[in-house]
Protein backbone atom coordinates (compact mmCIF):
# COMPACT_ATOMS: atom_id res chain seq x y z
CA UNK A 1 0.00 0.00 0.00
CA UNK A 2 1.45 3.51 -0.71
CA UNK A 3 2.34 5.83 0.96
CA UNK A 4 0.70 9.41 1.04
CA UNK A 5 1.25 12.86 2.04
CA UNK A 6 -0.02 14.70 4.67
CA UNK A 7 -3.66 16.49 3.45
CA UNK A 8 -3.01 19.99 5.41
CA UNK A 9 -6.78 21.99 5.51
CA UNK A 10 -9.55 21.45 3.35
CA UNK A 11 -12.84 22.08 2.71
CA UNK A 12 -15.70 19.73 1.16
CA UNK A 13 -16.30 21.14 -2.25
CA UNK A 14 -19.82 21.74 -3.02
CA UNK A 15 -21.72 23.26 -6.76
CA UNK A 16 -23.13 26.22 -5.05
CA UNK A 17 -19.70 27.14 -3.64
CA UNK A 18 -17.46 26.44 -6.22
CA UNK A 19 -16.12 29.13 -6.96
CA UNK A 20 -15.93 30.88 -3.21
CA UNK A 21 -13.72 27.40 -3.02
CA UNK A 22 -11.07 28.42 -5.67
CA UNK A 23 -10.85 31.54 -4.90
CA UNK A 24 -10.43 31.00 -1.05
CA UNK A 25 -6.74 31.49 0.48
CA UNK A 26 -5.18 28.38 2.06
CA UNK A 27 -7.54 25.36 0.64
CA UNK A 28 -4.76 22.34 0.29
CA UNK A 29 -7.48 20.26 -0.53
CA UNK A 30 -11.31 18.93 -1.12
CA UNK A 31 -13.54 16.59 -0.39
CA UNK A 32 -16.41 15.66 -3.43
CA UNK A 33 -19.17 13.44 -2.59
CA UNK A 34 -18.80 10.73 -4.99
CA UNK A 35 -22.35 10.15 -5.89
CA UNK A 36 -22.35 13.63 -7.45
CA UNK A 37 -19.47 13.63 -9.31
CA UNK A 38 -19.54 11.89 -12.76
CA UNK A 39 -15.81 10.87 -14.06
CA UNK A 40 -16.70 11.18 -17.35
CA UNK A 41 -17.75 14.38 -17.02
CA UNK A 42 -16.13 16.19 -13.92
CA UNK A 43 -16.68 19.71 -13.17
CA UNK A 44 -14.33 22.53 -14.45
CA UNK A 45 -14.29 23.78 -11.17
CA UNK A 46 -12.64 20.18 -9.65
CA UNK A 47 -10.52 20.23 -12.87
CA UNK A 48 -9.01 23.68 -12.38
CA UNK A 49 -8.54 22.52 -8.25
CA UNK A 50 -6.83 19.52 -9.61
CA UNK A 51 -4.18 21.69 -12.36
CA UNK A 52 -3.45 24.19 -8.99
CA UNK A 53 -2.05 21.14 -7.60
CA UNK A 54 -5.57 20.85 -4.95
CA UNK A 55 -6.51 17.02 -3.58
CA UNK A 56 -9.67 16.04 -4.11
CA UNK A 57 -10.57 12.95 -2.33
CA UNK A 58 -14.39 11.31 -3.36
CA UNK A 59 -16.56 10.57 0.16
CA UNK A 60 -18.69 8.17 -0.58
CA UNK A 61 -22.35 8.29 0.94
CA UNK A 62 -24.47 5.04 -0.14
CA UNK A 63 -22.23 1.88 -0.08
CA UNK A 64 -23.86 0.92 3.49
CA UNK A 65 -20.74 -0.83 4.78
CA UNK A 66 -22.81 -1.55 7.94
CA UNK A 67 -25.65 -3.02 6.13
CA UNK A 68 -26.17 -6.84 6.21
CA UNK A 69 -25.78 -7.61 2.44
CA UNK A 70 -22.62 -7.68 1.14
CA UNK A 71 -21.06 -4.21 -0.69
CA UNK A 72 -22.43 -3.77 -3.94
CA UNK A 73 -20.27 -4.75 -7.16
CA UNK A 74 -21.63 -1.59 -9.04
CA UNK A 75 -21.44 0.75 -5.98
CA UNK A 76 -18.08 -0.05 -5.51
CA UNK A 77 -16.57 0.05 -9.27
CA UNK A 78 -18.11 3.22 -9.36
CA UNK A 79 -16.27 4.48 -5.94
CA UNK A 80 -13.36 3.34 -7.62
CA UNK A 81 -13.36 5.05 -10.99
CA UNK A 82 -14.12 8.60 -9.40
CA UNK A 83 -11.00 7.73 -7.30
CA UNK A 84 -8.98 7.11 -10.49
CA UNK A 85 -10.88 10.02 -12.34
CA UNK A 86 -9.80 12.36 -9.74
CA UNK A 87 -6.02 11.19 -9.01
CA UNK A 88 -7.13 10.48 -5.40
CA UNK A 89 -5.08 9.26 -2.89
CA UNK A 90 -7.94 7.80 -1.03
CA UNK A 91 -11.58 7.09 -0.62
CA UNK A 92 -14.25 7.69 2.04
CA UNK A 93 -17.33 5.96 3.22
CA UNK A 94 -19.33 5.39 6.26
CA UNK A 95 -19.66 2.84 9.46
CA UNK A 96 -23.67 2.94 8.70
CA UNK A 97 -26.34 1.03 7.15
CA UNK A 98 -28.48 2.80 4.59
CA UNK A 99 -30.53 0.31 3.55
CA UNK A 100 -32.08 -2.97 4.52
CA UNK A 101 -34.89 -5.81 3.32
CA UNK A 102 -34.34 -8.10 0.40
CA UNK A 103 -33.30 -11.73 0.51
CA UNK A 104 -31.85 -12.20 4.08
CA UNK A 105 -34.86 -11.14 5.92
CA UNK A 106 -37.62 -12.32 2.74
CA UNK A 107 -39.32 -9.00 2.96
CA UNK A 108 -39.56 -5.80 0.63
CA UNK A 109 -36.05 -3.83 -0.14
CA UNK A 110 -36.28 -0.35 2.19
CA UNK A 111 -33.79 2.54 1.45
CA UNK A 112 -33.36 4.81 4.21
CA UNK A 113 -31.85 8.21 2.19
CA UNK A 114 -29.83 8.80 5.50
CA UNK A 115 -27.03 7.15 7.19
CA UNK A 116 -27.97 5.10 10.11
CA UNK A 117 -26.22 3.55 12.98
CA UNK A 118 -25.00 -0.23 13.08
CA UNK A 119 -25.27 -1.87 16.26
CA UNK A 120 -21.83 -2.06 18.13
CA UNK A 121 -22.22 -6.13 18.89
CA UNK A 122 -19.71 -8.74 18.05
CA UNK A 123 -22.51 -9.51 15.02
CA UNK A 124 -22.44 -6.11 13.55
CA UNK A 125 -18.56 -6.20 13.73
CA UNK A 126 -17.85 -9.29 12.51
CA UNK A 127 -20.31 -8.38 9.14
CA UNK A 128 -18.62 -4.86 8.97
CA UNK A 129 -15.27 -6.25 8.71
CA UNK A 130 -15.82 -8.46 6.13
CA UNK A 131 -17.89 -6.28 4.23
CA UNK A 132 -14.68 -3.60 4.73
CA UNK A 133 -12.14 -6.23 3.45
CA UNK A 134 -14.11 -6.42 0.34
CA UNK A 135 -14.67 -2.88 -0.20
CA UNK A 136 -10.26 -2.71 0.29
CA UNK A 137 -9.87 -5.69 -1.84
CA UNK A 138 -12.17 -3.53 -4.98
CA UNK A 139 -10.63 -0.15 -4.50
CA UNK A 140 -7.31 0.86 -6.19
CA UNK A 141 -6.24 3.40 -2.90
CA UNK A 142 -7.06 2.95 0.84
CA UNK A 143 -10.41 3.14 2.01
CA UNK A 144 -11.12 5.60 5.30
CA UNK A 145 -14.61 5.10 6.99
CA UNK A 146 -15.93 7.73 9.08
CA UNK A 147 -17.67 7.26 12.57
CA UNK A 148 -21.41 8.80 12.49
CA UNK A 149 -23.67 11.21 13.99
CA UNK A 150 -26.97 9.08 15.35
CA UNK A 151 -30.37 10.29 17.23
CA UNK A 152 -30.69 6.82 18.29
CA UNK A 153 -29.15 3.67 19.95
CA UNK A 154 -29.55 0.13 19.79
CA UNK A 155 -30.49 -2.04 22.73
CA UNK A 156 -28.12 -4.66 23.88
CA UNK A 157 -24.90 -3.08 23.06
CA UNK A 158 -21.60 -4.73 23.70
CA UNK A 159 -18.81 -2.46 23.16
CA UNK A 160 -18.27 1.59 23.00
CA UNK A 161 -17.65 3.35 19.80
CA UNK A 162 -13.92 3.31 20.60
CA UNK A 163 -13.41 -0.30 21.28
CA UNK A 164 -15.83 -0.91 18.18
CA UNK A 165 -13.65 1.42 15.99
CA UNK A 166 -10.11 0.48 17.68
CA UNK A 167 -11.25 -3.62 16.83
CA UNK A 168 -12.44 -2.44 13.57
CA UNK A 169 -8.77 -1.33 12.71
CA UNK A 170 -7.11 -4.02 14.65
CA UNK A 171 -8.90 -6.35 12.19
CA UNK A 172 -9.17 -5.06 8.49
CA UNK A 173 -6.07 -2.25 8.70
CA UNK A 174 -8.60 -0.02 7.68
CA UNK A 175 -8.18 4.25 8.16
CA UNK A 176 -10.41 6.34 10.10
CA UNK A 177 -12.24 9.13 9.25
CA UNK A 178 -13.31 10.78 12.33
CA UNK A 179 -15.85 13.31 12.41
CA UNK A 180 -15.74 15.64 15.71
CA UNK A 181 -18.96 16.87 15.40
CA UNK A 182 -20.43 13.93 15.17
CA UNK A 183 -18.89 12.66 18.55
CA UNK A 184 -20.61 15.78 20.02
CA UNK A 185 -23.92 14.92 18.26
CA UNK A 186 -23.75 11.59 20.31
CA UNK A 187 -22.50 13.29 23.39
CA UNK A 188 -25.73 15.18 24.00
CA UNK A 189 -27.61 12.40 21.69
CA UNK A 190 -26.71 9.73 23.29
CA UNK A 191 -24.69 10.82 26.77
CA UNK A 192 -21.77 9.54 24.96
CA UNK A 193 -18.20 11.01 26.40
CA UNK A 194 -16.22 12.35 23.17
CA UNK A 195 -12.89 12.30 25.56
CA UNK A 196 -13.32 8.46 26.38
CA UNK A 197 -13.89 8.05 22.59
CA UNK A 198 -11.02 9.83 21.62
CA UNK A 199 -8.81 8.22 24.37
CA UNK A 200 -9.77 4.67 23.10
CA UNK A 201 -9.40 5.25 19.19
CA UNK A 202 -6.54 4.02 17.67
CA UNK A 203 -5.01 7.34 16.98
CA UNK A 204 -2.26 5.94 14.40
CA UNK A 205 -5.42 5.30 12.34
CA UNK A 206 -6.91 8.34 11.42
CA UNK A 207 -6.99 9.34 7.97
CA UNK A 208 -8.38 13.18 8.06
CA UNK A 209 -10.76 14.87 10.31
CA UNK A 210 -14.25 16.22 10.08
CA UNK A 211 -15.60 19.51 11.30
CA UNK A 212 -18.75 20.43 11.12
CA UNK A 213 -21.89 22.65 12.52
CA UNK A 214 -25.26 21.60 13.72
CA UNK A 215 -28.01 22.83 16.06
CA UNK A 216 -30.18 21.86 18.82
CA UNK A 217 -33.65 21.33 19.34
CA UNK A 218 -35.92 19.95 22.68
CA UNK A 219 -32.37 18.49 23.72
CA UNK A 220 -31.88 16.52 20.27
CA UNK A 221 -28.93 17.51 18.47
CA UNK A 222 -29.15 18.22 14.31
CA UNK A 223 -25.90 17.43 12.87
CA UNK A 224 -27.23 19.57 10.11
CA UNK A 225 -23.65 20.91 8.27
CA UNK A 226 -25.47 24.06 7.51
CA UNK A 227 -24.64 26.05 10.59
CA UNK A 228 -21.67 27.63 12.08
CA UNK A 229 -19.11 25.56 13.71
CA UNK A 230 -19.84 25.62 17.41
CA UNK A 231 -17.40 25.88 20.36
CA UNK A 232 -18.07 22.41 21.71
CA UNK A 233 -17.25 21.25 18.43
CA UNK A 234 -13.41 22.98 17.96
CA UNK A 235 -13.51 21.89 21.84
CA UNK A 236 -13.08 18.44 20.84
CA UNK A 237 -11.22 18.80 18.00
CA UNK A 238 -8.45 20.65 20.15
CA UNK A 239 -8.90 17.49 22.51
CA UNK A 240 -7.81 15.33 19.35
CA UNK A 241 -5.12 17.76 18.25
CA UNK A 242 -3.86 17.51 21.91
CA UNK A 243 -3.29 13.81 21.47
CA UNK A 244 -2.09 13.44 18.07
CA UNK A 245 -1.61 15.98 15.05
CA UNK A 246 -4.34 14.95 12.41
CA UNK A 247 -2.95 14.26 8.87
CA UNK A 248 -5.84 16.37 7.31
CA UNK A 249 -9.01 18.62 8.40
CA UNK A 250 -12.04 19.36 6.65
CA UNK A 251 -14.71 21.43 7.05
CA UNK A 252 -18.22 20.58 5.99
CA UNK A 253 -21.00 22.97 5.06
CA UNK A 254 -23.58 20.96 2.58
CA UNK A 255 -26.78 23.65 2.84
CA UNK A 256 -27.67 27.36 4.11
CA UNK A 257 -24.04 28.72 2.53
CA UNK A 258 -22.87 31.91 4.55
CA UNK A 259 -20.83 34.63 2.59
CA UNK A 260 -17.23 33.31 1.62
CA UNK A 261 -15.89 35.34 3.94
CA UNK A 262 -18.12 33.24 6.98
CA UNK A 263 -16.28 30.23 5.91
CA UNK A 264 -12.58 32.09 5.65
CA UNK A 265 -13.21 32.51 9.26
CA UNK A 266 -14.22 28.83 10.20
CA UNK A 267 -11.58 28.06 8.45
CA UNK A 268 -9.15 30.15 10.66
CA UNK A 269 -10.51 29.03 13.71
CA UNK A 270 -10.17 25.06 12.87
CA UNK A 271 -6.18 25.86 11.83
CA UNK A 272 -5.78 27.92 15.07
CA UNK A 273 -7.62 25.08 17.03
CA UNK A 274 -5.22 22.51 15.80
CA UNK A 275 -2.16 24.64 15.92
CA UNK A 276 -3.25 25.54 19.59
CA UNK A 277 -3.43 22.16 20.51
CA UNK A 278 -1.20 20.24 18.72
CA UNK A 279 2.40 21.46 20.77
CA UNK A 280 2.44 18.32 22.73
CA UNK A 281 0.57 15.77 20.65
CA UNK A 282 2.45 13.08 18.18
CA UNK A 283 2.34 13.34 14.69
CA UNK A 284 0.59 10.79 12.60
CA UNK A 285 2.72 9.09 9.48
CA UNK A 286 -0.08 9.82 7.37
CA UNK A 287 -1.47 6.52 5.91
CA UNK A 288 1.20 4.40 6.68
CA UNK A 289 1.02 0.87 6.28
CA UNK A 290 -1.56 -0.40 9.06
CA UNK A 291 -1.55 -4.28 9.89
CA UNK A 292 -4.62 -5.85 10.91
CA UNK A 293 -3.32 -8.13 13.47
CA UNK A 294 -6.92 -9.89 14.00
CA UNK A 295 -7.59 -11.45 10.71
CA UNK A 296 -6.60 -14.65 11.30
CA UNK A 297 -9.58 -14.47 13.96
CA UNK A 298 -12.23 -14.04 11.18
CA UNK A 299 -15.11 -16.91 10.69
CA UNK A 300 -17.98 -17.26 8.40
CA UNK A 301 -20.76 -14.25 8.61
CA UNK A 302 -23.50 -16.25 7.70
CA UNK A 303 -25.30 -16.01 10.61
CA UNK A 304 -24.27 -12.74 11.64
CA UNK A 305 -25.68 -11.63 8.57
CA UNK A 306 -29.11 -13.02 9.28
CA UNK A 307 -29.65 -11.89 12.31
CA UNK A 308 -28.27 -8.09 11.62
CA UNK A 309 -30.52 -8.03 8.69
CA UNK A 310 -33.18 -8.79 10.69
CA UNK A 311 -32.98 -6.22 13.27
CA UNK A 312 -31.77 -3.58 10.77
CA UNK A 313 -35.34 -4.19 8.23
CA UNK A 314 -37.16 -4.30 11.45
CA UNK A 315 -35.73 -1.05 12.67
CA UNK A 316 -35.87 0.32 8.90
CA UNK A 317 -39.08 -0.23 8.90
CA UNK A 318 -40.65 1.26 12.10
CA UNK A 319 -38.60 4.80 10.49
CA UNK A 320 -40.23 4.53 6.89
CA UNK A 321 -42.98 2.50 7.06
CA UNK A 322 -44.97 2.92 10.20
CA UNK A 323 -44.40 -0.76 11.53
CA UNK A 324 -44.23 -1.51 15.08
CA UNK A 325 -41.08 -0.03 16.78
CA UNK A 326 -38.64 -2.75 17.81
CA UNK A 327 -38.26 -3.72 21.45
CA UNK A 328 -35.57 -1.75 23.58
CA UNK A 329 -35.47 1.13 20.95
CA UNK A 330 -36.77 4.62 22.78
CA UNK A 331 -40.35 5.30 21.12
CA UNK A 332 -39.53 9.03 21.29
CA UNK A 333 -36.11 8.99 19.45
CA UNK A 334 -38.15 6.51 16.67
CA UNK A 335 -40.15 9.45 15.99
CA UNK A 336 -37.62 12.31 15.99
CA UNK A 337 -35.51 10.19 13.22
CA UNK A 338 -38.24 8.96 11.27
CA UNK A 339 -39.86 12.43 11.03
CA UNK A 340 -36.12 13.99 10.17
CA UNK A 341 -36.38 11.19 7.80
CA UNK A 342 -39.13 12.10 5.86
CA UNK A 343 -38.19 15.78 5.65
CA UNK A 344 -34.42 15.08 4.54
CA UNK A 345 -36.59 12.98 1.39
CA UNK A 346 -38.10 16.43 0.68
CA UNK A 347 -35.44 18.40 0.47
CA UNK A 348 -33.40 16.09 -1.32
CA UNK A 349 -36.30 15.45 -4.00
CA UNK A 350 -36.67 19.12 -4.18
CA UNK A 351 -32.98 19.21 -5.24
CA UNK A 352 -32.63 16.38 -7.91
CA UNK A 353 -35.90 17.55 -9.29
CA UNK A 354 -36.65 21.55 -8.87
CA UNK A 355 -39.10 21.88 -10.94
CA UNK A 356 -41.58 19.62 -8.29
CA UNK A 357 -41.42 22.62 -5.80
CA UNK A 358 -41.48 25.00 -8.66
CA UNK A 359 -45.32 23.35 -9.98
CA UNK A 360 -46.33 22.59 -6.81
CA UNK A 361 -45.60 25.65 -5.08
CA UNK A 362 -46.51 26.00 -1.15
CA UNK A 363 -48.09 22.17 -1.55
CA UNK A 364 -44.60 20.69 -2.73
CA UNK A 365 -43.66 20.06 1.27
CA UNK A 366 -46.80 18.80 2.70
CA UNK A 367 -48.06 17.30 -0.15
CA UNK A 368 -44.22 15.60 -0.11
CA UNK A 369 -44.49 14.19 3.67
CA UNK A 370 -48.25 12.79 3.14
CA UNK A 371 -47.13 10.84 0.45
CA UNK A 372 -43.80 9.89 2.40
CA UNK A 373 -45.60 8.98 5.13
CA UNK A 374 -47.45 5.88 3.33
CA UNK A 375 -44.78 5.36 0.60
CA UNK A 376 -41.21 3.80 1.52
CA UNK A 377 -38.22 4.73 -0.58
CA UNK A 378 -37.12 1.75 -2.97
CA UNK A 379 -35.10 3.04 -5.46
CA UNK A 380 -33.16 6.04 -4.56
CA UNK A 381 -34.35 9.88 -4.84
CA UNK A 382 -34.58 10.41 -8.39
CA UNK A 383 -37.06 7.38 -8.59
CA UNK A 384 -38.40 8.97 -5.20
CA UNK A 385 -39.58 12.03 -7.30
CA UNK A 386 -41.06 10.03 -10.11
CA UNK A 387 -43.10 7.57 -7.88
CA UNK A 388 -44.43 11.08 -5.93
CA UNK A 389 -45.27 12.51 -8.78
CA UNK A 390 -47.33 9.49 -10.41
CA UNK A 391 -49.54 8.88 -6.87
CA UNK A 392 -50.23 12.66 -6.87
CA UNK A 393 -51.59 12.31 -10.75
CA UNK A 394 -53.54 8.95 -9.53
CA UNK A 395 -55.10 10.48 -6.78
CA UNK A 396 -56.75 12.06 -9.50
CA UNK A 397 -56.93 16.25 -8.55
CA UNK A 398 -59.12 18.26 -10.46
CA UNK A 399 -57.16 19.39 -13.98
CA UNK A 400 -55.98 22.70 -14.19
CA UNK A 401 -52.16 23.87 -15.03
CA UNK A 402 -50.31 23.02 -12.28
CA UNK A 403 -51.98 19.40 -12.95
CA UNK A 404 -50.93 19.60 -16.41
CA UNK A 405 -47.45 20.47 -15.85
CA UNK A 406 -46.77 17.92 -13.51
CA UNK A 407 -48.12 15.12 -15.61
CA UNK A 408 -46.11 16.77 -18.60
CA UNK A 409 -43.03 16.75 -16.49
CA UNK A 410 -43.60 13.12 -15.18
CA UNK A 411 -43.96 11.98 -18.74
CA UNK A 412 -41.37 13.81 -19.97
CA UNK A 413 -38.93 11.42 -17.15
CA UNK A 414 -40.69 8.21 -16.73
CA UNK A 415 -40.14 6.68 -20.21
CA UNK A 416 -37.20 5.02 -21.74
CA UNK A 417 -36.32 8.41 -23.48
CA UNK A 418 -37.31 12.26 -23.01
CA UNK A 419 -40.64 12.88 -24.85
CA UNK A 420 -39.12 15.83 -26.60
CA UNK A 421 -37.29 12.31 -28.47
CA UNK A 422 -39.32 10.58 -29.12
CA UNK A 423 -40.77 9.87 -32.45
CA UNK A 424 -44.57 11.09 -32.55
CA UNK A 425 -47.04 12.11 -30.10
CA UNK A 426 -48.91 8.78 -30.26
CA UNK A 427 -46.98 7.42 -27.42
CA UNK A 428 -47.34 10.36 -25.30
CA UNK A 429 -51.02 9.93 -25.48
CA UNK A 430 -51.13 6.31 -25.00
CA UNK A 431 -48.41 6.93 -22.03
CA UNK A 432 -51.17 9.55 -20.30
CA UNK A 433 -54.28 6.88 -20.67
CA UNK A 434 -51.56 4.02 -19.17
CA UNK A 435 -51.28 6.26 -16.36
CA UNK A 436 -54.97 7.13 -15.96
CA UNK A 437 -55.75 3.68 -15.88
CA UNK A 438 -53.35 2.53 -13.10
Known sequence: MKQLSRLGTGIGWRPEIAEAVERMPGIDWVEAVAENVCPGQLPESLLRLRERGVTVVPHGVSLGLGGAERPDESRLASLAERAEALGSPLVTEHIAFVRAGGPLTASPPLEAG??????????????????????????????????????ISWPGEEMTEGQFLYDLVDRTGVRLLIDVANLHTNHVNR?????????ELPLEAIAYVHVAGGFERDGVWHDSHAHPVPRPVLDILADLASRVTPPGVLLERDENFPEPQELERELAAIRETVAGASGGSTPVTPHAEISGSGQAREKDTGAARQRLALGQAALLSALVAGTPVPEGFDRVRLGVQARALAAKRADVVAKVAPELPEILADGYRPAFLAYAGRHPMTGGYRRDALDFAEQL????LPEDAQVR?????????????????????????ATRRALSRR
Do not use: F, M
Open 114 to 151: HLLPVPRTRDALDVLCENIRIAQAALPVPLAVENIAAL
Open 393 to 396: LLAG
Open 191 to 199: GEDPAKALA
Open 405 to 429: RLRDWWLERSGPAPLSRRPTARLAR
